[in-house]
């Protein structure tokens, strides 16, 4: 067998398609789980369940994803190309924007995210997270982090050093749990607690800025 590897969007798969056609047949298939995730819960991510429900066939799927935690994997990695797809647009933005609240900015934009993402949401709050999957999002988050500091010297908030990269990391599991914590309680989110999220992060971001000699956040 051969060994997996992962395409441009970071999807670890047991081979990459080459042909454009093959690849709209992979993210139709990644399309049709994304549906029996929401519809079924993660125990229905079946090989035979998701090629059923993308119309192709068992042996086709089976060519890149042969099974449940594959396609577990897969989608999560498209969801984690999603988020940090948004988090550069961010960092772009900080180059030219000056935000009032960029807590609040950053927040919101992500609540925005998991309220359309029922798959994503699905996923996380479900049971099957696989190991693999679970060492790609603390990867995922460690990319995160670094997004969050790059936004903060786009911003002039902050001075580049290693405890503002370790201070950032702890930021954004914070407020990733947070986030996580609103969504459970609510599928809209509890707009009380991302509130709370966002007094938080002002406050510890303030203090980030205010030991390197910075203004506040």
């Not at 042909?19 to 549906?35: D, F, T």
């Not at 995210?113 to 999957?133: H, K, Q, V």
């Not at 902050?158 to 990391?169: I, N, Q, T, V």
């Not at 969504?183 to 007094?199: I, S």
Request: with cysteine; net charge neutral; proline share 2%.
């Amino acid at each position: 067998m051969s060994e997996p590897t992962a395409d441009e969007t970071g999807v670890v798969l047991r081979r990459t398609p080459q042909q454009a056609r093959s690849k709209a047949r992979l993210a139709r298939v990644l399309k049709a789980a994304e549906r029996v995730l929401v519809a079924e819960g993660v125990q229905a991510l079946t090989t035979t369940r998701v090629a059923a429900e993308a119309k192709v066939s068992v042996g086709s799927l089976y060519q890149y994803l042969p099974d449940r935690d594959a396609i577990i994997d897969a989608l999560a990695a498209t969801y984690f190309s999603q988020l940090e797809a948004v988090m550069e647009e961010f960092v772009r933005g900080a180059a030219t924007e000056r935000w009032p609240d960029p807590v609040g900015v950053l927040i919101d934009t992500y609540a925005g995210l998991y309220r359309a993402e029922e798959g994503f949401r699905a996923l996380w709050f479900g049971s099957g997270l696989t190991d693999r999957t679970r060492e790609a999002d603390r990867e995922h988050k460690r990319r995160m982090a670094d997004g969050v500091r790059r936004v903060l010297l786009a911003l002039g908030i902050a001075g580049d050093s290693e405890g503002l990269g370790r201070a950032c990391h702890a930021a954004l599991l914070a407020a990733d749990a947070l986030a996580q914590e609103a969504f459970r309680r609510d599928a809209g989110g509890d707009t009380a607690l991302l509130e709370e999220a966002k007094v938080m992060l002002r406050g510890y971001l303030t203090a980030i800025a205010g030991r390197q000699g910075h203004g506040g956040a």
